[in-house]
């Protein structure tokens, strides 16, 4: 008989099983944690030694995990001997996806200092905020970023290690080449480091104002990595008997940003600690990630959902052999169920995938997959996870029945344990153990959790609440539609109208009219944009995937 979902994860929680899972309590709060996952990040990544088995595919460069320790151990050498860095001192990495990336944040963290992952989209005034707000002591960065951030860096004492430098430019005072301070052969300098010390700074990808930097712990990032392995247990666990796995060698692509904490820790982390090969992408581009994934038989695309609709929009999507996937799908933003039909259609072994994480959780979240995403297409998954508690609590921090809607709460050994230097903002979002998420949503009676919307996304139409998901989503179910973003414009009667920009697939046409004769159908009236715009350009989003939909007001309808 198949295993229900529950009973799948009671048989790889349970006692004396790789992901046995034990109660404990920690300041007061208690979760539920993988007793045998290595203490620290150290551990992890001492676990690839002498693995002489591709790791890092980038452009024509393969690296071995040996390759890369050996880089590493070079690295964490000169961080300590020739920069001075010790326990607790930030060091930032600023540059795009490549094996430096990799190799700075594990020489990074080995030494017990912290990894501050700097957007490299950002201007050389969002740098300048980022390297003072951190404190950062040294920025290893590739070229564009070493021009950006010479000027700060100069200003505030820092010290670059250039990545990939020309060798024919000059060198700005306090710059030096990666090849010229990273010499190989050298040993890994020994370093007590604990559990609770802090290990990461990702900055949140806020669309207005400065960032914030959420910080983690080793505890918190090592749980994540084992609670993301655990789901490839929960579901070996609920196959049928004698029904095997792909039998495939597991073969990850990095197709968002490594700054980012689904490109961090749930692809690079894993593939690190659990041995994968990591096909690297520079840049997305959606025919240069097909031809990876058929020349090196990729298995798990993990991304935003528009990547999963730009790949399937390539017009050379057929000529492509895509059988070797088996996960299509990520986070970062609601996938259209639309979307969810068409991977589950389009892919041969591969099965739709949706995580709801956030750079507070690690990118930890229930997740929904196989039967049950194409079934409840809406939803991001079951809840609880094997280590993850979920609750929908209303404006008065009650904890409301099934199928009522509310604020997400949650509760992980994954959660950061603040934002650096901001006790308010903490105090603010981290109540007592549990993560408010500002996300709107609630749990059916299955357990599925739902998310409507962003609480302050949420259009006040007249007195009647409307969810850019819900609209967003009726609107995709248009054949014409390529992207599609819905937000809430002032009106001085109504409080807010309700309005929209899209973006068409290329020769395809749509009026205003078609467009709401389409959602009534679909959506009560008041939910229907009374505003549209249409136009030729892609949808401005943050590096995280994630519409910018304050700056579009300024940008279609001023």
């Known amino acids: 008989m198949v295993l229900s979902i529950k009973e799948a994860i009671a048989a790889v929680a349970a006692t004396g099983q790789p992901y046995e899972v034990l109660e404990v309590e920690r300041d007061g709060v208690t979760n539920r944690e993988f007793k045998n996952s290595p203490a620290t990040l150290r551990q992890f990544f001492d676990l690839a030694r002498g693995i002489e088995q591709t790791f890092l595919v980038y452009e024509d460069e393969e690296w071995s995990f040996e390759d890369v320790m050996r880089e590493v151990d070079a690295l964490g050498y000169a961080l300590v001997h020739h920069y001075g860095i010790k326990p607790g001192d930030r060091v930032g990495i600023a540059m795009r996806n490549l094996p430096e990336w990799i190799v700075s944040f594990a020489a990074i ?10 957007n490299s989209w950002w201007t050389e005034d969002e740098l300048d905020y980022a390297i003072n707000d951190s404190g950062l002591r040294v920025l290893i960065a590739d ?81 994540a990595i084992m609670a993301f392995s655990s789901s490839a247990a929960i579901q070996a666990a609920r196959r049928e008997p004698g029904e095997e796995g792909s039998g495939q060698t597991p073969c990850f692509i990095l197709i968002v940003p490594l700054f980012h904490v689904t490109g961090c820790v749930t692809v690079m982390m894993s593939c690190f600690s659990w041995h994968f090969k990591l096909v690297m992408m520079y ?239 679909r959506l009560a009236s008041f939910k229907v944009p009374t505003r549209v715009s249409f136009t030729d350009e892609p949808l401005p989003r943050n590096p995280a995937g994630k519409f910018l939909k304050r700056e579009m007001p300024r940008i279609y309808f001023s």
């Open 109 to 118: 963290i080995s030494i017990g200092a912290v990894s501050v992952s700097l």
């Open 143 to 223: 070229t564009e970023r070493v021009a950006r951030a010479e000027a700060p860096c100069e200003r505030a004492g820092v010290n670059i290690l250039g990545v990939r430098l020309d060798e024919l430019l000059p060198l700005a005072p306090g710059v030096e080449h990666w090849k010229d301070v990273v010499i190989k052969g050298v040993v890994m300098p020994h370093v007590e480091i604990t559990p609770e010390m802090d290990a990461t700074i990702l900055y949140t990808a806020g669309t207005t104002g400065f960032p914030k930097g959420a910080v983690s712990t080793h505890r918190a990032v090592c749980q």
């Open 283 to 521: 840049r997305w581009e959606p025919e240069r990630a097909l031809q990876l994934i058929q020349r090196h038989q990729v298995t798990a695309f993990v991304g935003v959902p528009t990547q999963s609709w730009d790949m399937l929009e390539s017009p050379n999507f057929s000529k492509y052999d895509t059988s070797s996937l088996t996960t299509v799908g990520g986070g970062g933003a609601p996938a259209p169920p639309r979307l969810v039909a068409r991977v589950n259609d389009s892919f041969s072994h591969g099965s739709p995938v949706l995580g709801y994480g956030m750079t507070e959780t690690n990118a930890y979240g229930p997740a929904n997959s196989g039967d049950d995403y194409v079934t409840h297409a809406s939803s991001t998954g079951r809840t609880p996870t094997i280590v993850m508690d979920v609750e929908i609590r209303d404006e008065n921090l009650r904890v409301l029945p099934a199928c009522e809607s509310g604020e997400i709460w949650m509760k992980s050994p994954t959660l950061i344990r603040g934002y650096w230097q901001r006790p308010e903002a903490t105090a603010e979002t981290i109540q007592q153990g549990w993560l408010r998420t500002g996300d709107l949503g609630y749990i059916d009676e299955e357990g599925f959790l739902y998310i409507e919307d962003r609480l302050k996304d949420m259009i006040l139409r007249a007195g009647e609440n409307v969810y850019s998901a819900e609209v967003e989503s009726a609107i995709y179910e248009h054949p014409s539609i390529h992207e599609a973003a819905v937000f809430g414009l002032p009106d001085e009667r109504l409080g807010e109208e309700v309005a929209c920009v899209i973006m068409l697939k290329h020769g395809k046409h749509l009026t205003k009219a078609e467009l709401h004769a389409h959602l009534s159908s």
